[in-house]
């Protein structure tokens, strides 16, 4: 099956610094990945989708400033929470699309980085 | 209007009962529905997707499909309380465009 891995899956930082959460699908190229975060008891929110090679799309009031995202090769996606503050605290999941006739079909999510802000 | 509805439950059965969750969504283009399993501070898990009208069952899961009526639902049949979780149904809509609902909430009691 399409197994997708993050890295890392806890992390704590103080105020101010930055943190970068890589998503990777391990046995299947992913042209396009997902970002999602999710607050306690509450839904998923997409925050962008990032296509292999071009700039990522972000989702309406996600600052592509803040949240950078890279999508070096089929394999990888990175996301880099910038100036992370206590309001940054979340679960953060990124999801890759598996490829059939140019088109994705069903999303496998990896395991989640729990983001913890001082 | 959301694209995706789901009732945010929580929804309780006995266990071994039949579970019934349920799923609306807008884009009547919409070919692909799944459904996804949460357990609690753990990401999504894939349960079952559909494409054609019907019923679709894998093991004590199925999915129903009714594209007239937009709508999409999920039976557990034989309930256990690891089927404790919170539900997420998805739809592809035919803009390519993935769409969550935000989850129905599942207590099996033993």
Request: glycine share 6%; proline share 4%; aromatic share 12%.
């Given at each position: 099956g399409a197994v997708v891995s993050q890295h890392p899956s806890w992390v704590i930082c103080k105020s101010g610094t930055s943190v970068k959460i890589e998503c990777r699908?391990?046995?299947?190229?992913?042209?396009?990945?997902?970002?999602?975060?999710?607050?306690?008891?509450?839904?998923?929110?997409?925050?962008?989708?990032?296509?292999?090679?071009?700039?990522?799309?972000?989702?309406?009031?996600?600052?592509k400033d803040k949240f950078l995202i890279?999508?070096?090769?089929?394999?990888?996606?990175?996301?880099?929470?910038?100036?992370a503050h206590p309001e940054d605290s979340s679960f953060y999941i990124c999801s890759a699309g598996t490829l059939a006739g140019g088109s994705y079909n069903e999303q496998f999510f990896g395991p989640g980085t729990r983001l913890t802000v001082l | 209007q959301k694209e995706v509805e789901q009732n945010s439950g929580p929804l309780s059965v006995p266990e071994g009962a039949i579970a019934s969750l349920n799923c609306t969504y807008s884009d009547r283009g919409s070919q692909s529905f799944f459904w996804y399993r949460q357990?609690?501070?753990?990401?999504?898990?894939?349960i079952m997707f559909i494409y054609s009208n019907g019923?679709?069952?894998?093991?004590?899961?199925?999915?129903?499909?009714?594209?007239?009526?937009?709508?999409?639902?999920?039976?557990?049949?034989?309930?256990?309380?690891?089927d404790s979780a919170t539900y997420l149904c998805a739809v592809k809509?035919?803009?390519?465009?993935?769409?969550?609902?935000?989850?129905?909430?599942?207590?099996?009691?033993?």
């Open positions: 699908s391990l046995d299947f190229q992913a042209t396009t990945m997902f970002w999602y975060r999710q607050f306690p008891k509450q839904s998923l929110m997409l925050m962008a989708t990032s296509n292999e090679g071009s700039k990522a799309t972000y989702e309406q009031g996600v600052e890279n999508h070096a090769s089929l394999t990888l996606s990175t996301l880099t929470v910038t100036s | 357990y609690s501070g753990k990401s999504p898990e894939l019923d679709k069952e894998d093991g004590r899961f199925t999915a129903q499909l009714n594209k007239a009526s937009q709508y999409v639902s999920l039976l557990i049949r034989d309930s256990q309380p690891s809509s035919a803009g390519n465009q993935f769409y969550f609902g935000t989850g129905t909430s599942l207590t099996v009691i033993p």
